[in-house]
């Protein structure tokens, strides 16, 4: 068995495009252009390559994009202050600051700043709770991306098996809440779960967010199942030269699954995708507009 390769980039591509064309919408018919803000805080090559991205997708859609660079040093008040004033700006409709952030701030007091309606990461208390209520809230973006991969495979999740490695409040948690949203029967792991082994072994639905390189080997793997690799993890390579690799073995777990997102091309391009997609509803909400339709 030769696992099918999830294509992240070619979905995201595809999305990319029903968002272009409801940008286009609701300039034409309401005026408005959505605009994005991205705080950026100090120089870590990694983030500022992944900023880029994201700008050059929110171009790409039609929208408007700001970055806020601000020095590593900066202090809490000072990047709470901008976060204010971007809550005040009515031509920004989505906020966006960059993580990790440096020890010196508190980036739950951070989150907690950012108004809800234009919490376009989803991580806001009130989004959360929204979501674990069933209420309609800006979701985060990396959860939307894996349950929207999986569904290019499964026409309905319903009753079938999930298990996320993983539990923390950007990935794990807001994952499995999506996940019995779509009426999956969901189990979430995570360091201290025994056997770990044989609880990945009962998934139709794999979903591996651990930050921890290559932690799920091919025989955790259910024949057939479809796996679903959160992990972006540098390792060191030949020659020196570091690459990326996720949570899953990929070169094992390929034989075994039914389906899998490669590392990088997966979930990473539609995560981005879904960012655009929260901005482009936050403008709609804001408007006083239905959500858009990207059918």
């Not at 993580?99 to 959360?128: C, E, M, T, W, Y």
């Not at 809230?137 to 999930?162: D, R, W």
């Not at 948690?173 to 189990?187: D, G, H, R």
Request: aromatic residues 2%; glycine residues 10%; contains cysteine.
């Amino acid at each position: 068995m030769s696992a099918q390769i999830i294509d992240g980039a070619a979905a995201a591509a595809r999305l990319g495009e029903k968002i272009a064309a409801a940008v286009r919408r609701l300039k034409v018919e309401h005026g408005i252009e959505p605009g994005l803000a991205v705080v950026l805080i100090g120089s870590n090559p990694a983030s500022e390559i992944y900023v880029r991205s994201k700008m050059m997708k929110t171009a790409a859609a039609g929208m408007r994009s700001s970055i806020h660079k601000l020095p590593e040093t900066v202090a809490e008040a000072d990047l709470l202050a901008l976060l204010a004033q971007l809550n005040d700006d009515s031509a920004v409709h989505g906020i966006l600051v960059q993580l990790p952030l440096p020890p010196q701030i508190d980036s739950r007091k951070v989150i907690a700043a950012i108004d809800p309606a234009k919490d376009v990461d989803g991580f806001h208390p009130l989004n959360a709770g929204r979501l674990s209520t069933g209420l309609a809230g800006l979701q985060p973006c990396t959860p939307i991306a894996c349950v929207v991969l999986a569904k290019t495979v499964h026409a309905s999740l319903a009753g079938l098996e999930a298990v996320v490695v993983g539990r923390s409040n950007i990935v794990g948690k807001p994952l499995a809440q999506l996940l019995l949203n779509e009426n999956a029967t969901v189990t979430v792991a995570h360091s201290k779960t025994k056997e770990l082994s044989a609880v990945c072994r009962r998934a139709d639905l794999l979903f591996a967010a651990a930050g921890q390189p290559e932690l799920i080997r091919g025989d955790w793997i259910k024949p057939g199942a479809t796996v679903t690799d959160v992990g972006i993890n540098r390792v060191p390579g030949n020659g020196g030269k570091t690459h990326l690799v996720g949570d899953v073995a990929f070169a094992e777990a390929v034989a075994v699954a039914g389906a899998i997102t490669p590392v990088p091309g997966g979930v990473g391009p539609m995560t981005i995708a879904c960012l655009l997609m929260n901005t482009l509803s936050a403008a709609h909400a804001g408007a006083g507009l239905p959500p858009p339709e990207l059918e």
